[in-house]
């Protein structure tokens, strides 16, 4: 049978970068499940390059455990890497390749445990989901869970492999990420006031942006690293040359709101602010004025209740009651308010994802083959 370390070799090797097609790494799965019997739905996106994949193990008419993970990685564009990007390297008890950690690691251990599922006598289905533009958010997974809310019995419980350090995780921050065009009028730089800067507009709209985040430092959750929903703008773009007044100004900006707190409220705040405040003025110049604003991604955090079925049994398979949060988004508030219950647990940690010479240890891929063997004894008959 093969090991989680021959078969994330195999998925490494597949260039899953969020801009190509995932197709050939979702077949390969298909067809290595259908090698034992397991049968899997893939569900596309419009264009058909791209596919979710979900597969059953066990009795389909009762609830059951999920093991999810997006196939989807970030570029390695740029970055410095000192061994292939997409083959498997080992060193030093280290795996490397990109992908490794974030999250074809945790794929690897659950297909590798698909033999033993399959021979297992289980009381309970083992359910395999895997999404595609993850990176790019959390795209693929929502016509998967449209999917599964049509199925009359709903699992009881969502593992999200994303890298933890197999420590358990209850709750991440939510995000809203949006962009801003600014548009005013052009003229010539020795009439400024004539014309309608769009740069030094945008630019109002970020200091209020700033000033919103000062005031949501006011609302802490200690569970969380920062302890407070963050706002930031990171991309801006604007101006054709020093002697015009810029016409155009385009800028980015994401926030990472506490569970608690709705990040649409930061944009809804700023969109009051441009109408009352910033537009008024362009028009009074331009009446070419305007700003729009329109979302580019978005996804719900994630909080699960230290008391609740979900996390004793995360605790149970993990061996740790040590639960935490992350700072990074995953799927699994998709998959909670979709009403099924979700932790994430996962080999590597992200502190390797996104970065050249990305790598899992093989003591984290091996403690996660141990992980699922836990899982797989508790829902033997």
């Known amino acids: 049978m093969s090991t989680s370390r021959d078969l994330l070799k195999t998925l490494v090797e597949f260039d899953t970068t969020s801009r190509e097609s995932n197709l050939r790494l979702i077949e390969f799965v298909r067809d290595y499940l259908q090698g034992f019997g397991v049968v ?40 410095p890497w000192t061994v292939p990007a997409f083959e498997l390297t080992e060193r030093d008890g280290k795996l490397y390749g990109r992908g490794t950690a974030d999250m074809k690691g ?16 289980l ?64 003229c010539h730089s020795a009439y400024a006031p004539y014309g309608v800067n769009a740069i030094e507009y945008a630019a109002e709209l970020i200091g209020e942006l700033g000033r919103i985040g000062q005031r949501l430092k006011e609302h802490q959750d200690a569970r969380f690293d920062p302890p407070y929903t963050t706002v930031q703008t990171g991309v801006i773009s604007g101006g054709k040359a020093l002697n015009i007044v810029p016409a155009d100004c385009r800028f980015d900006f994401e926030v990472r709101a506490l569970p608690s707190q709705d990040p649409a409220m930061v944009a809804q705040e700023l ?22 604003f329109s979302e580019l991604s978005a996804y719900p955090g994630l909080v699960t209740d230290e008391r609740s079925q979900a996390a004793e ?14 700072a990074f988004g995953t799927e699994g508030g998709l998959f909670d308010a979709v009403g099924i219950p979700t932790v994430v647990c996962g080999p590597g940690s992200m502190d390797q994802g996104h970065k050249p010479d990305e790598f899992v240890s093989v003591a984290q ?17």
């Not at 533009?133 to 795209?139: I, M, Q, Y």
């Not at 602010?273 to 729009?292: D, G, N």
Request: charged residues 20%.
């Open 365 to 381: 891929l091996d403690g996660c083959d141990e992980m699922l063997r836990r899982m797989q004894m508790s829902i033997c008959l």
């Open 313 to 326: 049994l995360i605790a149970a398979f993990s061996g740790s009651r040590e639960f935490g949060t992350v």
């Open 123 to 186: 009381r309970m289905p083992v359910h395999i989901a895997l999404s595609y533009d993850e990176e790019v958010g959390c795209l693929g997974v929502r016509s998967l869970l449209k999917v599964l809310q049509q199925r009359p019995v709903k699992p009881m419980l969502c593992i999200i492999g994303e890298p933890t350090e197999l420590k358990p995780v209850l709750g991440h921050k939510g995000k809203l990420a949006m962009r801003c065009d600014v548009h005013g009028e052009a």
């Open 271 to 292: 969109k009051s602010y441009t109408e009352q405040q910033v537009l008024p003025r362009m028009l009074a110049t331009s009446k070419q004025s305007a700003i729009r």
């Open 40 to 79: 899997s739905e893939l569900v596309y996106n419009d264009e058909h390059s791209k596919a979710n994949l979900f597969a059953t193990i066990g009795p389909a008419d009762r609830p059951g455990i999920v093991l999810s993970g997006h196939t989807d990685v970030v570029p390695v564009d740029g970055q």
């Open 106 to 121: 945790y794929i690897a251990c659950v297909l590798a445990l698909v033999p033993s599922l399959v021979a297992a006598s």
